[in-house]
C-alpha cells in the first residue's frame, strides 16, 4: 500500500474521485446527523439541552487525536523511509488536526461552564489537550519558518514524533489525576454507558467528521502536490 502511494501520480488518480465520493458521505452524514444531533434526539436527565454539545466536542476530541496520531505515524515513514507523501500528508493534516483540537477546547469549555462551574480548569485532560493543541501550532509554525522544505519535513517529523507521548496522557488522564471529566463513555469492556437514543446520533456525527477529515486531507493533500509541479515548472522555465 505505501509503495503504490508513494507515486504521486497514482496519489492523483485515487484521490480525483476518492476525494468527491468521501465529500458526499460526508455531507450525507452532517445532513442526518446534525438536525438529529441538535433538534430530534433527546435532552439528558441531569444536563439538559446542553448535553447537545457532546455531538461537537466528542468527535472533534476523538479526531484530533487520531489526526494527530497519523502525523505521528506519517513523520516516522518519512524519517526511515523517505515516503515521497508521508511529509505531505502530514503537513496537509496539521491544520485539520489543529482545527478539530481547537473546537475541542472551545467547545469543552461551552460545555464545562453551565456543568461543572467554570469556563477553564488546569486539570490532566484538558490541559494535556491544550498541550495537544500548541504541539499542533509549533508544527505547523516550523514548516512555514524553515525555507527547505527537506530540513523543514525533518525537524517538523522530529517534533511530531516527540508530540506523541501526549497522546496516551490524554487517554489515561481521567484514570492518572483526579479531574473534572468522566471515564469512557462510549468505547468500554461491558459496552457504552450512552442511551441509544444518544449514541446513535454521535456515532453518526463521529462518522461524519472523519469523512470530513478525509475529504480535506485529500484536497490539502492534491493542492500541495499541484503548487510543488508549479514550483518545479517554475524553476524548469528559469532554467
Known amino acids: 500500500m505505501l ?22 458521505i460526508a455531507a450525507a452524514l452532517l445532513a442526518v446527523g446534525l438536525p ?32 494527530y496520531g497519523l502525523i505521528g505515524a506519517a513523520s516516522f515513514v518519512s524519517l526511515v523511509w523517505r515516503h515521497a507523501l508521508a511529509d505531505v500528508a502530514a503537513r496537509a493534516a496539521a ?26 480548569e488546569w486539570d490532566g485532560r484538558m490541559t494535556s489537550v491544550l498541550v495537544m493543541f500548541v504541539i499542533y501550532l509549533g508544527y505547523i509554525a516550523l514548516w512555514s519558518a524553515v525555507e527547505d522544505e527537506e530540513k523543514a519535513g525533518r525537524l517538523a517529523a522530529i ?7 501526549n497522546l496516551p496522557i490524554i487517554h489515561f488522564s481521567v484514570e492518572w489525576w483526579s479531574t473534572l471529566h468522566q471515564g469512557a ?7 457504552p454507558s450512552v442511551h441509544g437514543s444518544m449514541l446513535a446520533p454521535l456515532l453518526t456525527m463521529i462518522a461524519a467528521f472523519f469523512f470530513l477529515f478525509v475529504t480535506l486531507l485529500l484536497a490539502n493533500m492534491r493542492a500541495a502536490i499541484y503548487r510543488r509541479r508549479v514550483e518545479a515548472a517554475r524553476l524548469r522555465g528559469a532554467a
Open 185 to 191: 463513555s462510549i468505547i468500554r469492556a461491558d459496552g
Open 3 to 24: 509503495s503504490t502511494f508513494a507515486n504521486p501520480a497514482r496519489f492523483m488518480g485515487f484521490s480525483a474521485w476518492a476525494a468527491p465520493v468521501c465529500a458526499l
Open 36 to 67: 438529529w444531533a441538535l433538534v430530534f434526539s433527546p435532552p439528558d436527565y441531569q444536563q439538559g439541552e446542553t448535553v447537545r454539545i457532546i455531538y461537537v466536542h466528542v468527535p472533534a476530541a476523538w479526531w484530533s487525536m487520531a489526526i
Open 159 to 165: 517534533l511530531a514524533l516527540a508530540g506523541l507521548i
Open 95 to 120: 491544520p485539520i488536526g489543529a482545527t478539530f483540537a481547537g473546537a475541542t477546547l472551545i467547545s469543552g469549555s461551552l460545555w464545562g461552564a453551565p456543568t461543572w462551574g467554570t469556563w477553564w
